[in-house]
């Protein structure tokens, strides 16, 4: 029932930073689970990071210290800021949220770092 969309994607040089957003449709909790998570081509997808009013905030060793992500519980929106970009954080970023025993996807938005 809940629809996401990703914004913020596209083409950064190395050393960049780039902010990409999720809104959500639906109203959110603060227990709920809101993250990121990526696919680079011709990977699986690998979980980015994370936050919630249980668990705080949470990120994949690689992208510690480089990245931030927060939360608007009144805009039903999160985003994560990404700094110190490389072609390795490249990828399709896709916003998810657990509510429960419910999971949303969103459709997902492209960043590309070039070398």
């Known amino acids: 029932q809940v629809q996401l969309v990703e914004s913020g994607g596209g083409l950064v040089q190395a050393g960049g930073s780039l902010t990409i957003s999720c809104t959500a449709s639906g109203r959110s909790s603060p227990s709920d689970i809101m993250g990121w998570i990526r696919q680079a081509p011709g990977q699986q997808r690998e979980w980015v990071a994370s936050?919630?009013?249980?668990?705080?905030?949470n990120y994949e060793d690689s992208v510690l210290g480089r990245c931030t992500i927060s939360r608007d519980y009144w805009k039903n929106t999160a985003s994560l800021q990404m700094n110190s970009l490389s072609p390795l954080d490249t990828g399709v970023y896709y916003c998810?949220?657990?509510?429960?025993?419910?999971?949303?996807w969103g459709r997902g938005t492209q960043v590309t770092v070039s070398a």
């Open positions: 936050i919630s009013s249980i668990s705080g905030t």
């Open positions: 998810r949220l657990v509510k429960g025993s419910q999971d949303y």
